[in-house]
């Protein structure tokens, strides 16, 4: 039987409290229509680290969300560019049907070459109808195709109240999706660091090949106004009403906002930013286990070294509202000592993260590197270096 060492390290932290016109929804307290008024016909406000909900409007609601629809094209392209299947400088050839989307365009020419940067950009920063289809059809072959591959990732995303029929958000009868689904997938988008090299630009050029060249302004009026924001995307048609999915960090915390079917372009980014300060004036975000910070040093039996750092395996944050008072308790229970050989990822422990004597979250911790065994030649030399 394995002897174990507890410490417990008790983190005090804080949680809401159910009273007046807050509804107590897990650990935090959920905003009403009480504390944010809305006209758009959906909304949802999520933060990004717990994944907790802040603030809920018909999140599930399935609604034509325009161009938001671009946001699964956008996650796509990148997971591509991170598996190495394309780079910046690639070139795509255009085709007539790409070229002739019109809409929210950025006027490619067809049947010449553009970079996958440059059609990438057009989309996150201008929401250009002809890049997505050009970028459909490069990994594709055609838009058809690559809409199955789109509704395939919302459903591996856990995207439920989502089905696409394109890849642009042009209107269409079975196109749908929802608030909480947009969220879902703007936080694996925020993961992509290549993504935010262009979704922070206000302005910007597109060279067409031929010379001429086409403005590019962002979209997300909030990168500009809004302290925080730096990615997001818009969304409107006739049909769908004025739409936005936005996110912003501030200190420690970031969150996602998301509003469907405003009345109005100045709506949507009003009720946004006021999602966005709700969120950032009455939260925190607590890191209740660090990943990146040692938890214990461990002597090493029979090893090349004589001790070793553990970590957590992964990081584990709540969302608490201000002015509140509760606590978890953080233990850490590990083996007294790590026995050559062990490998990267090999389990020493676990932190348990408790409230209320329940268990809410088990974290394994391990060793980050490889430990080789001592030769028996070492341990010979080395108990003969102890007399």
């Given amino acids: 039987m394995k002897k174990f060492s507890i410490s417990c390290v008790l983190c005090i932290i804080t949680l809401a409290i159910c009273c007046g016109s807050m509804q107590c929804f897990g650990s935090v307290a959920l905003a009403t229509n009480a504390d944010v008024d809305f006209e758009s016909k959906s909304a949802f406000l999520m933060e990004v680290a717990s994944g907790e909900t802040l603030f809920a409007k018909d999140e599930t609601k399935h609604l034509p969300v ?15 560019y991170d598996l190495g299947n394309v780079t910046l400088d690639t070139p795509i050839t255009t085709t007539e049907n790409a070229s002739s989307m019109g809409g929210s365009q950025v006027f490619l020419d067809p049947y010449v070459d553009y970079t996958f940067e440059d059609l990438l950009k057009s989309v996150i920063m201008a929401s250009a109808n002809d890049a997505s289809v050009a970028l459909a059809e490069y990994f594709n072959g055609n838009e058809n195709a690559f809409t199955n591959r789109m509704n395939r990732r919302a459903k591996e995303l856990g995207m439920t109240d989502t089905h696409y029929s394109n890849c642009t958000g042009l209107p269409s009868a079975e196109q749908y999706s929802s608030a909480k689904d947009s969220a879902i997938l703007l936080k694996e988008i925020l993961k992509h660091g290549l993504y935010h090299n262009y979704s922070t630009i206000w302005m910007d050029e597109l060279v067409h090949p031929s010379g001429r060249t086409t403005e590019l302004v962002n979209t997300n009026r909030l990168i500009r106004y809004f302290e925080g924001c730096d990615g997001g995307k818009t969304g409107s048609t006739n049909e769908a009403g004025c739409c936005l999915c936005a996110s912003a960090k501030r200190d420690d915390m970031r969150l996602i906002s998301v509003v469907v079917g405003a009345p109005n372009s100045k ?19 607590e890191k209740l286990v660090d990943s990146s910070v040692a938890i214990k040093n461990l002597p090493v039996f029979k090893g090349k070294v004589e001790s070793v750092d553990v970590f957590a395996n992964e990081d584990f944050a709540r969302v608490v509202k201000k002015a509140s008072q509760s606590g978890y308790e953080v233990c850490i229970e590990t083996d007294e000592r790590v026995k050559a050989p062990t490998k990267a990822g090999d389990v020493v422990g676990n932190a348990v993260v408790t409230k209320n004597g329940e268990v809410i979250k088990t974290i394994p911790i391990v060793v980050k590197e490889d430990i080789k065994h001592m030769s028996l030649f070492e341990t010979a030399k080395e108990i003969a270096g102890k007399w």
């Fill in 267 to 285: 709506t949507r980014f009003n009720e946004s930013a006021n999602l966005l300060n709700y969120g950032f004036t009455n939260f925190v975000s």
């Fill in 66 to 80: 325009a161009s938001m629809v671009k946001m699964m094209t956008i996650l796509i392209a990148l997971e591509e």
